[in-house]
């Protein structure tokens, strides 16, 4: 059975994930950028790790493509965000909501998608999404006056983050491997 990973990352942290999937399984990662050349198109499983963008996820189009051209394949989706890892505080129906907006479940049935949190490096950015960050901190702003949960994850985005951790990937690992 061949799997294939390709991976969408701007800052490293989903790069650091499908590095570590990789590892798990013994090949290689393929950034978006050589996805041609990934063997996503003929492999019996396909994996596709990108980053949370505004409620939606980066480079989806292309893998709906990929599962509406071949939907007999095994699909899954690795979303990486800012958000924390689902407790009460951070319910996962957030990131579920994302997941369910971006692969609609009466068009992607049989898709698995699964979350882990990533980090957040203003430095990194791009000069657009910069523009667009400085943006909604300036939103947040004035909803973390009232509220602590944005207030928290504010001053986190803004002083940067790394939450990468390899045990998120375990459930990922434990259904590639059933
Ligand atoms: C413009 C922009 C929009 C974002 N939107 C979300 C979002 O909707 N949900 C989320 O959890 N994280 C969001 N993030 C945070 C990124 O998903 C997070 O920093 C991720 O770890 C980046 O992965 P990368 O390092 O692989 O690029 C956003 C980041 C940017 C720059």
Not at 7 to 19: L, M, N, V
Not at 62 to 85: I, N, Q, T
Not at 95 to 122: I, K, N, S, V
Request: proline share 5%.
């Amino acid at each position: 059975m061949s799997t294939a990973i390709v991976y969408c990352s701007q800052t490293g942290f989903t790069e650091t994930y499908a590095r570590w999937l990789a590892e798990e399984l013994g090949i290689d990662a393929v950034p978006y950028s050589r996805r041609a050349h990934s063997g996503a198109q003929a492999a019996d499983t396909v994996v596709f790790m990108s980053w949370f963008h505004a409620g939606g996820i980066k480079g989806a189009a292309w893998f709906k493509s990929l599962m509406d051209a071949r939907p007999g394949a095994r699909y899954v989706v690795v979303g990486v965000g800012a958000y924390p890892m689902p407790s009460d505080d951070w319910p996962q129906s957030e990131t579920d909501a994302a997941f369910e907006h971006t692969f609609p479940r009466d068009r992607y049935p049989a898709l698995a998608h699964f979350y882990c949190q990533g980090g957040f490096d203003f430095d990194r950015l791009c000069a657009l999404d910069k523009i667009a960050m400085r943006a909604f901190f300036r939103m947040q702003a004035r909803q973390a006056q009232t509220d602590p949960r944005i207030a928290f994850a504010l001053d986190a985005m803004k002083k940067g983050f790394d939450a990468t951790d390899r045990a998120n990937l375990e459930p990922v690992v434990a259904y590639l491997r059933a």
